[in-house]
Antibody, heavy 127, light 110 residues
């Protein structure tokens, strides 16, 4: 069974950076992409970007292009998301989410579902 | 960005009764490969979202058959044939034809 386990809650001051980890197990890390999605209080889920677990290619949402960096450590089957220049509006729960680099397994398309989610990491930005 | 709009934003359903959630996208989700990339998720209280349905109508592993998805183009529906207590939570639709965007969520109460 695929598992994604994220690092713990963080409290940061405005202007600081935060780096969240997402350790995976139960599947071959390099055959999947890792997306990051956040959920601010009272807001809808917001996609931030993704990283190809195999070749490290990244694609970021324009909303975060200048502030986000996604990396991975294939030897540890772990992905990372770093967000810089934090503002109070960045207070949110951040999720890592797996996507098969299809077609793969149950997914018969090149565009596969975001299927398994980490438990979420609460980031609070406050002075 | 493609905007996803869900209705209703909340609904209360008695156990054993049906429920229906609508999701409309600002443009067609039909890809040039012939597939339509519309998904449904359920976020139970205090949990991360879980995938229910992908490509409009295919149930993910372990999802009960009381859940069904339908629709085409830019107009989609999630139906629960007989609501159970464990179905409480917030339902989201999501598109992935142009990156990923989510609906605002529909809260289901019993």
């Amino acid at each position: 069974q695929a598992q994604l386990v994220q690092s713990g809650a963080e409290v940061k001051k405005p202007g600081a950076s935060v780096k969240i980890s997402c350790k995976t197990s139960g599947f071959t890390f390099t055959l999947y992409a890792m997306h990051w999605v956040r959920q601010a209080p009272g807001q809808r889920l917001e996609w931030m970007g993704w990283i190809n677990g195999g070749n490290g290619y990244t694609k970021y949402s324009q909303n975060f292009q200048d502030r986000v960096t996604m990396t991975r450590d294939t030897s540890a089957s772990t992905g990372y998301m770093e967000l810089s220049s934090l503002k109070s509006e960045d207070t949110a729960v951040y999720y890592c989410v797996r996507e098969p680099l299809g077609p793969l397994g149950y997914c018969r398309s090149t565009n596969c579902p975001l299927d398994y989610w980490g438990q979420g990491t609460l980031v609070t930005v406050s002075s | 960005d493609i905007v996803m709009a869900q209705t209703p934003l909340s609904l209360s359903v008695a156990p054993g009764q049906p429920a229906s959630i609508s999701c409309k996208s600002s443009q067609s989700l039909l890809h040039s490969d012939g597939k339509t990339y519309l998904y449904w998720y359920l976020q139970k209280p205090g949990q991360a979202p879980k995938l229910l349905i992908y490509e409009v109508s295919t149930r993910f592993f372990g999802v009960p058959d009381r859940f069904s998805g339908s629709g085409s183009g830019a107009d989609f529906t999630l139906k629960i044939s007989r609501v159970e207590a464990e179905d409480v939570g917030i339902y989201y639709c999501m598109q992935s034809i142009q990156h990923q965007t989510f609906g605002q969520g529909t809260r289901l109460d019993i």
